[in-house]
C-alpha cells in the first residue's frame, strides 16, 4: 500500500459517475411507481374505496424497512452497492408516500410541501455544515456523517416529489412537461460543472435534488390514467421493469467507494 493510499479514506456511499446519475434517476423513478403502488393501488388512496389513512398507512409501511437500511447502511464497514442503491430506492418511496401524506392528507398543497421541505433540506445541510465543515459526500464515512447523509437525502426525495407534482399539476405543464424542465434544469447543472469555478459539492446536491422531481414526473407520465396526462401503465409492473434494469445496471456498470482525503495523514 502507497503512502497516498494510506492518505485516502473510501467513502461508504458510491463514487459520482455518470452511471452513478442514471441509476438515480432510474431509481427516483422507480419510487415514485413503486410508492404509488403501495399507497394508490394496494392502499387505494385514489379509488372510491379510500380510507383517508392511505398515504399515512404507506409512509409507515416504508418507513420501517427504510430505517432498518439506514441502520445496516451505517453498521457496514464498506460501501456495498446493492445496500446502498436499494436503501436508496426505500428513501425515495418513502419521499413519495411522505410527500403524498404532506400535500394531500394534511392539506398543505404542493406549494406549501415544497416550501417546508426545502427549509428542512437547508436546515439538515447547515448543520451537517457546521459539524463537520462540509457537506461533500466524499466523506460519508463515519456514523454521524451517514446520518446527515441519510437525512439530507430523505428530505430531498421528499422535497422533489412535492415540487414534481408542483410543476404537473400546479404549474399546469404536465407531468410529460415537468419532466422536460427538470431534465433541462440538469442539463444546465452539468453545463456549470463543465463550465464554470461554481463549487462542485453545491452542484452535486443541486443535481441530486433536480434528479428526484424528474424521476418523479416521468414516474407518474408512465402510470397515471390518461385523462390525467399518463400513459395509464400498471404500476406494480412499470415497477418490477424498472427495478430489474436496475439491478442489470448495478452488475454492469463500475459501482466503487468514493474517496477522500485522510484527515490526519500517515507518514510511515
Known amino acids: 500500500m502507497t503512502v497516498n493510499d494510506r492518505n485516502e479514506v473510501l467513502s461508504k456511499v458510491p463514487a459520482v459517475t455518470l452511471g452513478f446519475w442514471i441509476v438515480k434517476i432510474l431509481a427516483t423513478t422507480l419510487g415514485e411507481t413503486g410508492g404509488d403502488t403501495i399507497t394508490m393501488s394496494w392502499l387505494g388512496e385514489t379509488t372510491s374505496e379510500a380510507t383517508g389513512y392511505g398515504y399515512l398507512i404507506g409512509t409507515a409501511l416504508v418507513a420501517v424497512p427504510f430505517i432498518a437500511l439506514v441502520i445496516v447502511q451505517i453498521i457496514a464497514r464498506k460501501f456495498h452497492p446493492f445496500l446502498y442503491w436499494v436503501t436508496i430506492i426505500a428513501s425515495t ?10 400535500d394531500r392528507s394534511l392539506g398543505i398543497g404542493y406549494t406549501g410541501g415544497s416550501t417546508v421541505l426545502l427549509a428542512c433540506v437547508l436546515a439538515v445541510l447547515a448543520a451537517w455544515y457546521w459539524s463537520e465543515g462540509t457537506v461533500s459526500v466524499d466523506t460519508v464515512n463515519t456514523p454521524r456523517v451517514e446520518a446527515f447523509y441519510w437525512a439530507t437525502i430523505t428530505f430531498s426525495q421528499t422535497l422533489g416529489t412535492a415540487l414534481g407534482d408542483w410543476m404537473a ?9 415537468g419532466a422536460l424542465i427538470f431534465g433541462a434544469a440538469l442539463a444546465v447543472v452539468a453545463s456549470l460543472y463543465f463550465w464554470t469555478g461554481i463549487s462542485r459539492v453545491a452542484l452535486f446536491w443541486a443535481a441530486f435534488i ?8 416521468v414516474g407518474d407520465f408512465l402510470d397515471k390514467p390518461f ?3 399518463g400513459l395509464s401503465m400498471s404500476r406494480p409492473i412499470a415497477s418490477a ?3 430489474v434494469v436496475i439491478v442489470a445496471l448495478v452488475l454492469l456498470l463500475p459501482q466503487r467507494a468514493g474517496r477522500h ?3 490526519t495523514a500517515t507518514n510511515t
Open 169 to 177: 399539476d400546479d404549474a399546469g405543464v404536465g407531468f410529460l412537461g
Open 93 to 102: 418511496m418513502l419521499g413519495t408516500t411522505l410527500a403524498d401524506f404532506a
Open 210 to 217: 433536480l434528479t428526484r422531481p424528474l424521476g418523479a414526473t
Open 261 to 263: 482525503p485522510a484527515r
Open 241 to 243: 421493469v424498472l427495478a
Open 227 to 229: 385523462d390525467h396526462g
